[in-house]
T-cell receptor, first 112, second 116 residues
Framework: EDKVVQSPLSLVVHEGDTVTLNCSYEVTNFRSLLWYKQEKKAPTFLFMLTSSGIEKKSGRLSSILDKKELFSILNITATQTGDSAVYLCAVEAGAGANNLFFGTGTRLTVIP | ETGVTQTPRHLVMGMTNKKSLKCEQHLGHNAMYWYKQSAKKPLELMFVYNFKEQTENNSVPSRFSPECPNSSHLFLHLHTLQPEDSALYLC???????????????FGPGTRLTVL
């Protein structure tokens, strides 16, 4: 059974801290891994990763994939209160053309 | 009105009722999606339509019936639901010209469904 596991489930940090969110997966026919930020209701896309060891960066956020160990991390440096959200990891995999498997998310709370 | 809209925003229904959720996109996209987000569970992709054709049905029970009459509208018809079907149902759309992972999806605000 395809599985995506995120850790920690929740995290509380102070502004300015650096956080690392984890996503591990066990899937067949892996194609890509995606990170989303979900603040109120709908997720917004952050990164898509397909190759191992190549860091994707956008401002204070960065992410990297390890296809050998089957995990990805999402780093956020110098956190701000606006970073408070649920961060979702999803893996595109399986036999179907449009198969996305989501983790349960990590709820990040950044306090002033 | 622009973007992806969903109606109703909130819905309470009994187990014997029949209701429909509506999604409309004004972005000129060709692909539309239904997701289910339950409390304490991962977001689940339910159905994918590309150019009005259903391309994915992730083992969704038959009490959920999608309909895509054209590229701008997507419905989710509900009948004889169970309390565990209570969730936030999100609709999304994308250009539909690429694989799901490379095709940026634009989400609607969701319909909060409660089944009594």
């Amino acid at each position: 059974e395809d599985k995506v596991v995120q850790s920690p489930l929740s995290l509380v940090v102070h502004e300015g801290d650096t956080v690392t969110l984890n996503c591990s997966y066990e899937v067949t026919n892996f194609r890509s891994l995606l990170w989303y930020k979900q603040e109120k209701k709908a997720p917004t896309f952050l990164f898509m990763l397909t190759s191992s060891g190549i860091e994707k960066k956008s401002g204070r956020l960065s992410s990297i994939l390890d296809k050998k160990e089957l995990f990805s991390i999402l780093n956020i440096t110098a956190t701000q209160t606006g970073d408070s959200a649920v961060y979702l990891c999803a893996v595109e995999a399986g036999a179907g053309a449009n198969n996305l498997f989501f983790g349960t998310g990590t709820r990040l709370t950044v306090i002033p | 009105e622009t973007g992806v809209t969903q109606t109703p925003r909130h819905l309470v229904m009994g187990m014997t009722n029949k209701k429909s959720l509506k999604c409309e996109q004004h972005l000129g996209h060709n692909a539309m999606y239904w997701y289910k987000q339950s409390a304490k569970k991962p977001l689940e992709l339910m159905f994918v339509y590309n150019f009005k054709e259903q391309t994915e049905n992730n083992s969704v029970p038959s009490r959920f019936s999608p309909e895509c009459p054209n590229s701008s509208h997507l419905f989710l018809h509900l009948h004889t639901l169970q309390p565990e079907d209570s969730a936030l149902y999100l609709c999304a759309s994308s250009h539909g010209l690429a694989a799901i992972s490379t095709d940026t999806q634009y989400f609607g605000p969701g319909t909060r469904l409660t089944v009594l």
